[in-house]
């Protein structure tokens, strides 16, 4: 494509959101500056290394370069600058907005009058109003004057083979018209997918937290079930299925350990705390989230059921924990249940071994084949298409496996539950 002469784009944030951005405008003939404040993954990006597993970057990180940078003032020259720092939530699970603060801090003090400022960092309602634009008016900028805010928040799927930043279907809001225009205009010349104007940045800022609120809560409700379910000896993972050849109002939604990602378990606790300032208390959403938390705990309780049908006790056993990423074949840790499952396995005073190709520098054993021989147990926790492959009853038995905890109810129960030489649990299976 022909160099697009008219704009230089910014990406505040070269993480998951960002960099696939920023190699995308690139892609499309902009000047892109990519900027982080973190200097291993400049220095990385510098050398054309990949930071994460991400099938279109692996495809045209090199071939379509961007300037990456820790430097502030190569900002000086951007006509669009892009936030997609992280929002994350501190340990007692209020939003923490400090990489937004930052973001918007250093983007103020270097713009240029008559730029565009886009937040893609998902944040809950009245935060372009109440946090960035204050910031932008501090350093001398008016709203809608010399400088324009939208908010067009990110939408990936990490790992999905058809869905990425070329192609989501996306909203975009902004504080006046000329800023939804340029706004429109600029992701329409990226995006291969329709661009809806919301009537209002406020708007754009709750359509992502509805978004991931509605599955946060439609997960708690199968998670719920999968919990009655145990207890009643159904197979949850069956009736979804049964329910599944209805077609109009069912939309299927599966039980595991734990829900993970950035997105998730972390966007609904953003629309609590801000609607708790406006005198709405969210107890409803709060119940789903209290649910889905509760996931890895849950899990824990079934295999410590499951060996104590074995006579054998939790305390000293060695459990090899199958996968420590979030969802299945990419490399992703952020809020992944593993990491609370292990937790909680240790709390038991359980022996905590694991695996997972995806992340080998976090593992604690090489190979499948070694946690296989060194524990008694086995817990998946991430359904890697290359466990679903290796595993099998025999190889179980071989090993001399007694328990397996089917976190994500990946395998197939009917095969698994023949084997008298272990027992097989799952969620609500």
Known sequence: MEKNTQKTVAVIGLGYV?????????ERGYDVIGFDIDQRKIDALKEGKLIFKDAYLEENLAKYPILVTNDPTELKRADIH???????????????????????????????????VILESTVNPYVSEEVIKPILEKHGFTISED?????????????????????????????????????????????????RPMKSIREAEATKILENSF?????????EIAMSFDTLGI???DVIEGASTKPFAFMAHYPSCGIGGHCIPVDPHYLVERAKESGFDHVFLRHAIATNDNMPLYAVDRLQDAL????????????GVLGLAYKADIDDLRESPALEVI?????????????????????????????????????????????LSALTPELLKQHGIKVVLDGKNCLDKERFSKEPSFVYRGIGR
């Open 147 to 195: 400088i324009f805010l939208s908010h067009c928040p990110e939408r990936i799927n990490p790992g999905d083979p058809k869905w990425n930043v070329t192609n989501i279907p996306r909203v975009v809001g902004s504080f006046d018209a000329k800023g939804l225009e340029m706004s429109l205009d600029f992701y329409r010349s990226i995006v291969d997918a329709d661009i």
């Open 82 to 116: 892009i936030i997609c720092v992280p929002t994350p939530v501190d340990e007692s699970r209020h939003p923490d907005l400090t990489p937004v603060v930052g973001a918007s801090e250093t983007v103020a003090s270097n713009a240029k009058k008559g730029s565009l």
């Open 215 to 223: 599955r946060n809560v439609n997960i708690a409700f199968v998670n």
């Open 308 to 319: 104590n049908e074995q006579k054998i006790a939790m305390n000293g056993t060695i459990i």
């Open 235 to 237: 197979d949850v993972k």
């Open 18 to 26: 960002g960099l696939p951005l920023a190699v995308r405008a690139s």
């Open 343 to 387: 937790k909680h396995l240790k709390e038991h005073k359980a022996i905590v071994e694991s695996f997972d190709p995806y992340l080998p520098e976090l593992s604690s054993t090489k190979s499948l084949e070694e946690l296989l021989e060194k524990s008694d147990a086995i817990f998946i926790a991430t359904n890697h298409k290359i466990f």
